[in-house]
């Protein structure tokens, strides 16, 4: 076989977006609410995809489970960027952004996958062996699907037809099964602990937690989500409605609370978890490290009123990335605190998020992903 016979990875990565658009949308009828949302403001809006402009995020259970998954996302294109230390908020788990790098791979698709790896060593010492035996017991990708993935990297690429097959494979990684991995005594003590560890130990695989699409005016996202009735949260996260949107502001409906099934010595027990959502979200400027500082120096005093509110003055002052031909570099990323606020209020957690002493350790997790995360401000420093 030779290369020009391969489906671009580009394609590949769409491919797979549709496919878990199409599944999400099986499994969560709302996220069809939010997708008629989304397309009725998009519509009136110039530069906005309605088609496959979303992301979707997942939480991991073992180092091991972090460099597989990697190794899928590199035939889809998708390439870990950033470090997101989740521990500032609480929560037991650290982030990277699985996105295209190259302003082709975002013409073509832009989905991105925000993805965490649970931080074991933040769990009780009996508990953290129990879930470590019970997260070593399951596997998450297919005899066929790991079969494909090892042609792939030996080859250098998949045909259209194997392409095909191995987008349906790692398609099934992230489906909801509702039998679960641990027995219900299990479940009950990871819940004790912390929501997010039972979500992320006691099921058969990674099941996403949720499909967002992007927004071109998320303010009324938000009012068309209440008239349709759904639950939404009562804040938007991320920077307060401006002239010129910067960074990344997101918002959500309230999970899902599904029956799963516990096995018993005698069968099988119904119970019920919360974890799956809808989301929304809505980008802006890429913000230069200068222009992330005094962001973030904002956010901290809750008052944005020293942050300059035009593209002239966001220029003139080196706040945030412009092209060649003077237009502001969209944000492809996300933000560690609206991360978190969104987890916390679908995990029934109170919906604030206060910042605590971080505890991350980015160089494990690069350990575990089998690479150097990639370093966003250089990414966008040399788009321009």
Request: proline share 4%.
């Amino acid at each position: 076989m030779t290369q020009h016979t391969f489906r671009h990875s580009d394609h590949l990565r769409a491919d797979f977006s549709q496919a878990l658009s199409d599944m999400y949308r099986r499994e969560v009828p709302a996220y069809g609410t939010l997708i008629d949302i989304v397309g009725r403001i998009n519509a009136s809006h110039e530069g906005i995809r309605s088609d496959g402009e979303r992301h979707g995020a997942i939480r991991l259970g073992t180092a091991d489970e972090l460099s597989l998954i990697a190794r899928v996302f590199a035939v889809l294109g998708l390439y870990p960027v950033g470090y997101y230390d989740l521990s500032v908020a609480g929560l037991p788990v650290h982030s990277t952004a699985f996105r295209p790098i190259t302003k082709t791979g975002f013409q073509i698709s832009p989905f991105r996958m925000f993805t965490s790896l649970l931080r074991l060593d933040m769990l009780p010492v009996d508990l953290r062996k129990r879930a470590e035996a019970d997260l070593a017991a399951r596997s998450i990708f297919s005899v066929e699907g790991q079969a494909l993935l090892e042609q792939a990297e030996r080859d250098g690429g998949l045909d259209a037809e194997d392409g095909a097959k191995f987008v349906q494979e790692v398609t099934k990684i992230f489906a909801w099964r509702k039998h679960a991995h641990v027995d219900l005594v299990t479940y009950n003590a990871l819940m004790a602990e912390h929501p997010l560890i039972a979500d992320i130990v006691s099921f058969q695989g990674p099941h996403m937690n949720h499909l967002t699409p992007r927004v071109a005016d998320i303010d009324a996202a938000q009012a068309m989500m209440a008239a349709e009735g759904l639950e939404i949260k009562d804040t938007i996260e991320g920077p307060p409605r401006r002239h010129v949107p910067i960074l990344l502001r997101q918002t959500a409906f309230k999970a899902l609370t599904e029956a799963v099934e516990f096995k018993t010595e005698t069968g099988w027990e119904t119970a019920h978890h919360t974890a799956r959502f809808g989301e929304i979200e809505q980008r802006g400027a890429a913000l230069t490290p200068k222009g992330r500082g005094l962001y973030d120096a904002c956010l901290q005093r809750k008052d944005f009123s020293d942050f300059p509110d035009t593209e002239a003055e966001l220029k003139t002052q080196a706040l945030a990335y412009f092209d060649a031909a003077g237009k502001a570099l969209t944000y492809e990323d996300f933000l560690p605190v609206s991360a978190a606020g969104i987890f916390k209020s679908n995990l029934r957690e109170t919906e604030s998020v206060e910042t605590i002493a971080p505890t991350g350790n980015q160089a494990v997790f690069e350990a575990a992903l089998g690479r150097p995360v990639l370093d966003m401000f250089d990414l966008y420093a040399n788009a321009v």
